[in-house]
């Protein structure tokens, strides 16, 4: 199984700021790794996919970037809706999808 | 508008069982690989099963024996049988719709859950 490790747990960020968040993977997973946000009492939604292609309806400033084991979403300019937990999956691994633990961004 | 909708959690004994139902609507369901995700209170999101458009299914070690996922495509629905259920399987249990990248899949939509809870 591929392990995914995301950093750091909390990050405690003031509006208009820039996040990054990261996550490795165990072992390489190329390209295909994807990131999730999570609000609470929602489902996750897509925001990233291909390590670094935004999903439809995503603002530009999420962006992804990474290959192999080490990957990171920025977030440029932080909005009060961007508060949320992050997951990142990797689809590398068939059948095997496996995810983050998650990385809760609150607002500082 | 792509909607998943699930139903069918609920409170279970453990060693019970349950079938969980995901109804889909606006899109080609038969055309997609559809997906069980579950997420236990608090906790991280874990996949849990896979269905091809062939029908093929394929489970992770945690619940390849105990659970069967099915599809029935003139229905739009995705369903997931879960037997010998254990404490460890409660959680909200989430189905999302696969897009297929050279054979592996990200998941673009999730429906909002249905909560199991397996406690005596």
């Known amino acids: 199984e591929i392990v995914m490790t995301q950093s750091p747990a909390t990050l405690s960020v003031s509006p208009g700021e820039r996040a990054t968040l990261s996550c490795r993977a165990s072992?390489?997973?190329?390209?295909?790794l994807a990131w999730y946000q999570q609000k609470p009492g929602q489902a996750p939604r897509l925001l990233i996919y291909g390590a670094s292609t935004r999903a439809t309806g995503i603002p530009a400033r999420f962006s992804g970037s990474g290959s192999g084991t080490e990957f990171t979403l920025t977030i440029s300019s932080l909005q009060s809706e961007d508060f949320a937990v992050y997951y990142c999956q990797q689809y590398n691994n068939w059948p095997g999808y496996t995810f983050g633990q998650g990385t809760k961004l609150e607002i500082k | 508008e792509v909607q998943l909708v699930e139903s069918g959690g609920g409170l279970v004994q453990p060693g019970g069982s349950l079938r969980l139902s995901c109804a889909a609507s606006g899109f080609t369901f038969s055309s997609y690989d559809m997906h069980w995700v579950r997420q236990a209170t608090g906790k991280g999101l874990e996949w849990v099963s896979a269905?091809?458009?062939?029908?093929?299914?394929y489970y992770p070690g945690s619940v390849k024996g105990r659970f069967t996922i099915s599809r029935e495509n003139a229905k739009n629905s995705l369903y997931l049988q879960m037997n010998s259920l254990r404490a460890g399987d409660t959680a909200v249990y989430y189905c999302?719709?696969?897009?297929?990248?050279?054979?592996?899949?990200?998941?673009?939509?999730w429906g909002q859950g249905t909560l199991v809870t397996v406690s005596s």
């Open positions: 999302a719709r696969g897009i297929d990248t050279n054979g592996v899949c990200y998941f673009d939509y």
């Open positions: 072992q390489s997973v190329s390209s295909n």
């Open positions: 269905i091809g458009t062939a029908g093929d299914p």
